[in-house]
């Protein structure tokens, strides 16, 4: 990948205006300081080669860029592949739970004048560039004509694109437009066959046959890829090609310019499809009222952003806004609300919604975006268990671990219900309303937060003594003893962490209702984050229920929180150590052998821990030998016999936990060892301060990317940590 491009004047202009992202203000001072640039914040350049993305780990390599919560995105062509010149790469789409390339280029523009093709880099190189909210492409064809290719989501299915020639010579110029593209078609059947091109009076349309491969492509027929086109054209099939010429020439007085504009749409089904054709009707009457107000748009979204954040790191907080926009997904399939799903770039994290995750995306998605904040947080709630429920009625109140655009009646294979995510709601919830002030939303959350909380505590706490257990659902895949450890360590979301090992003694032990109904399972060990959560939720829930004036509800929390917090400072805390751990069930032992990991600090930030023990904490945390490694807070220390710096919740850097050991720092005055171990983690993980991607995790040691590119929590708490909030 290339590193940043000189941008054309026009580009140039539009930075300096304010239309990309960037508020403008008055200034008494004659020479005010220009507004910083927010080009390529992340390196959106390149071309697929084949249709199914993904390297050996199952990564897309080439970075995307989709708004709005649509289901297919694009990317920049690599300087100098001329191969790709006139058309933005992809689109890459989404097969209800796979991404898939559908074309490397699907629409080029190719200008012709007297029958003579006209050469896009004539007047030299074309210059790329990603902005807030669009790609940007311009091309001088030299003897005094310009074409810029600008590309943006005009709704949740469609993009708009314009392309504009402008004659800047003497004479006037009469040209002809057409496009071409070809599909890229996947090796493999079912897939192989699946999509197929067909000539519209207004453009050219992708069609999609059934397919149902649960792990790798899912169609229902219905699909439909469609680019609309607002001059007439006339469209030839040939194969897997197709060609679209405009019907009319085009006059160019000197200084003149002409827009050449078109939809790329994608839609699930045909009421989909039939409400889309309405919207890009109208997009294509008024484009220009769709740029400005998607201009309009992303400048609060950065202004949103960059609040607060040093200047030094700003781009690094629109990088993340950027992220977090591309991984939305619009309401579709099982998904009832808007979400955020945690990275269009892996394979597995593509089509679906997890909980935790959600919560976490939704404090930082608040500080731009607040009612998709709001969405995304429905869009998990939408699936909590009611006590109606035909298939697990024991189990009222949980929200599940994930939900995808397909259930398992659908074949949904990715679908999760063996175990639920650890509980933040209610902080969530809290951090939104903080932002909104929607008390409606508050009125509407409160009762299912109630429940969710009561389910803990009914199906995880195996001994009834007020501090619950991680553990797995009465679910027909939780069939074995091994399965049901396995569902309550992801319950974790810390999968692989050593204070789940089996070789270390952990097990799990089934819960029961009075009359012997099986609830479920936990694990024989109360979890410290765990209850640490718990008890910070409930002093949400109090302050919830305050602000909507149930006086006697918030007493009742507070003292609930109050009990809780007292629990794990009393039993959880090893004074040897300094350290908290989970305790075995029964014996209420410190698990002290199976090293310490990051599930230790959590205590403070929920502000749990005694002054004391905070200090002893604080004095691991600081230690280059235990947590302040090149960059800091790996999750299990580096004095553990079990570190190990790139196995997943063994010992990388995940950026939410980062977050919530520096909130725990700065909420027991260290501040200072904050802001340092900060500025330690921005500068030394890879990426963050170029244009490369937000990573899932990174190499506590050397600071090298790991996992998931383009990961959605990474970024969601990156944005109040460039603030130091905690």
Same mark, same amino acid.
């Given at each position: 990948m290339t590193g940043h491009r000189l941008l054309s004047a026009l580009a140039a202009l539009l930075l300096a205006g304010g239309a990309l992202g960037v508020p403008q203000t008055a200034s008494a001072h004659p020479h005010p300081k220009p507004p910083p640039s927010y080009a390529d914040v992340l390196d959106l350049h390149g071309t697929p080669t084949a249709a199914q993305p993904g390297d050996d780990e199952d990564n897309n390599p080439v970075n995307v860029f989709a708004d709005r919560g649509a289901w297919h995105a694009y990317a920049l062509p690599e300087d100098g592949d001329s191969d790709a010149y006139g058309g933005f790469s992809g689109p890459l789409y989404i097969a209800q739970e796979y991404p898939w390339w559908l074309s490397k280029s699907f629409s080029r523009i190719r200008l012709t004048e007297h029958g003579r093709t006209l050469d896009l880099a004539g007047g030299g190189a074309p210059r790329f560039t990603s902005l807030p909210g669009r790609l940007l492409q311009s091309y001088d064809l030299g003897r005094g004509l310009r074409l810029t290719l600008d590309l943006r989501f005009a709704t949740d299915r469609s993009a708009l694109v314009r392309a504009e020639v402008r004659n800047t010579g003497p004479a006037p110029r009469t040209l002809?437009?057409?496009?071409?593209?070809?599909?890229?078609?996947?090796?493999? *059947?079912?897939?192989?066959?699946?999509?197929?091109?067909?000539?519209?009076?207004?453009?050219?349309?992708?069609?999609? =046959?059934?397919v149902r491969e649960t792990w790798d492509y899912l169609t229902d027929g219905t699909e439909r890829f469609e680019v609309t086109h607002r001059d007439r054209v006339?469209?030839?099939?040939?194969?897997?090609?197709?060609?679209?010429?405009?019907?009319?020439?085009?006059?160019?007085?000197?200084?003149?310019?002409?827009?050449?504009?078109? +939809?790329?749409?994608? @839609?699930?089904?045909?009421?989909?499809?039939?409400?889309? *054709?309405?919207?890009?009707?109208?997009?294509? =009457?008024?484009?220009?009222?769709?740029?400005?107000?998607?201009?309009?748009?992303?400048?609060?979204?950065?202004?949103?952003?960059?609040?607060?954040?040093?200047?030094?790191?700003?781009?690094? !907080?629109?990088?993340?806004?950027?992220?977090?926009?591309?991984?939305? #997904?619009?309401?579709?399939? *099982?998904?009832?609300?808007?979400?955020?799903?945690?990275?269009?770039?892996?394979?597995?994290? +593509?089509?679906?919604?997890?909980?935790?995750?959600?919560?976490?995306?939704?404090?930082? @998605?608040? #500080?731009?975006?607040?009612?998709? !904040?709001?969405s995304q947080i429905r869009s998990m709630f939408d699936w909590q268990i009611r006590p109606d429920s035909t298939t697990r009625p024991q189990d009222?109140?949980?929200?599940?671990?994930?939900?995808?655009?397909?259930?398992?009646?659908?074949?949904?294979?990715?679908?999760?219900?063996?175990?639920?995510?650890?509980?933040?709601a209610a902080w969530a919830v809290w951090e939104v309303y903080a932002k909104t002030g929607d008390r409606a939303f508050l009125r509407?959350?409160?009762?299912?937060?109630a429940a969710y909380q009561a389910w803990w505590y009914r199906n995880r706490d195996h001994d009834h003594n007020g501090l619950a257990e991680y553990g797995a659902t009465a679910d027909p895949?939780?069939?074995?003893?091994?399965?049901?450890?396995? =569902?309550?360590?992801?319950?974790?979301?810390?999968?692989?962490?050593?204070?789940?090992?089996?070789?270390?003694?952990?097990?799990?032990?089934?819960? #029961? !209702?009075?009359?012997?109904?099986?609830?479920?399972?936990?694990?024989? *060990?109360e979890s410290v984050d765990l209850n640490s959560y718990l008890a910070a939720d409930q002093g949400y829930l109090a302050r919830i229920a305050g602000v909507l004036g149930r006086g006697a509800d918030a007493r009742h929390w507070q003292q609930r929180s109050d009990a809780t917090a007292t629990a794990?400072?009393?039993?959880?805390?090893?004074?040897?150590?300094?350290?908290?751990?989970?305790?075995?069930?029964?014996?209420?032992?410190?698990?002290?052998?199976?090293?310490?990991?990051?599930?230790?600090?959590?205590?403070?930030?929920?502000?749990?821990?005694?002054?004391g023990q905070a200090r002893s904490v604080r004095d691991k945390l600081t230690d280059p030998a235990e947590f302040a490694t090149t960059v800091p807070f790996p999750t299990v220390a580096k004095s553990s016999p079990y570190f190990s710096p790139t196995a997943y919740w063994r010992g990388p850097v995940?950026?939410?936990?980062?977050?919530?050991?520096?909130?725990?720092?700065?909420?027991?005055?260290?501040?200072?060892?904050?802001?340092?171990?900060?500025?330690?983690?921005?500068?030394? =993980?890879?990426?963050?301060?170029?244009?490369?991607?937000?990573?899932?995790?990174?190499?506590? +040691?050397?600071?090298?990317?790991?996992?998931?590119?383009?990961?959605?929590?990474?970024?969601?708490?990156l944005l109040p940590m460039l603030t130091r909030d905690r």
């Open positions: 002809d437009a057409d496009w071409t593209g070809s599909l890229l078609r996947p090796a493999d *059947q079912p897939m192989r066959d699946a999509p197929s091109l067909t000539a519209t009076g207004s453009g050219v349309g992708v069609d999609f =046959a059934k006339r469209t030839t099939v040939d194969g897997d090609s197709y060609r679209t010429e405009a019907a009319d020439p085009v006059t160019l007085a000197p200084g003149r310019s002409h827009s050449f504009d078109w +939809t790329e749409s994608y @839609t699930f089904t045909a009421g989909e499809r039939r409400k889309e *054709q309405a919207k890009v009707r109208e997009v294509l =009457a008024r484009p220009a009222s769709v740029v400005s107000a998607s201009d309009a748009r992303w400048r609060g979204y950065v202004a949103g952003v960059t609040e607060g954040v040093p200047a030094d790191r700003r781009r690094t !907080a629109v990088k993340s806004l950027e992220t977090l926009v591309t991984n939305w #997904r619009g309401a579709a399939g *099982q998904i009832k609300h808007d979400g955020i799903t945690p990275s269009i770039s892996y394979k597995w994290f +593509t089509g679906g919604i997890w909980a935790w995750d959600t919560w976490k995306q939704a404090v930082g @998605t608040a #500080r731009f975006a607040p009612e998709l !904040a709001e009222a109140g949980m929200i599940p671990d994930v939900v995808f655009y397909n259930d398992p009646a659908r074949g949904g294979g990715n679908w999760n219900e063996r175990n639920s995510k650890p509980p933040l509407e959350m409160y009762p299912k937060l895949a939780n069939d074995s003893p091994e399965e049901r450890r396995l =569902a309550a360590a992801w319950e974790s979301g810390m999968d692989n962490a050593p204070r789940f090992d089996a070789t270390l003694g952990t097990g799990v032990v089934a819960n #029961r !209702a009075a009359d012997g109904t099986l609830l479920g399972y936990s694990l024989d *060990q794990v400072r009393t039993t959880m805390y090893d004074a040897t150590d300094g350290w908290f751990h989970d305790t075995a069930l029964g014996t209420g032992a410190p698990l002290t052998s199976r090293g310490r990991g990051i599930e230790g600090a959590v205590p403070l930030w929920t502000g749990t821990a005694s002054a995940w950026l939410d936990q980062a977050y919530f050991a520096l909130g725990g720092l700065r909420r027991y005055g260290y501040g200072k060892d904050a802001d340092a171990l900060t500025d330690r983690l921005l500068t030394h =993980a890879s990426g963050l301060a170029g244009n490369g991607p937000i990573r899932e995790n990174y190499d506590p +040691t050397t600071g090298a990317p790991l996992n998931a590119p383009n990961f959605s929590w990474s970024a969601a708490l």
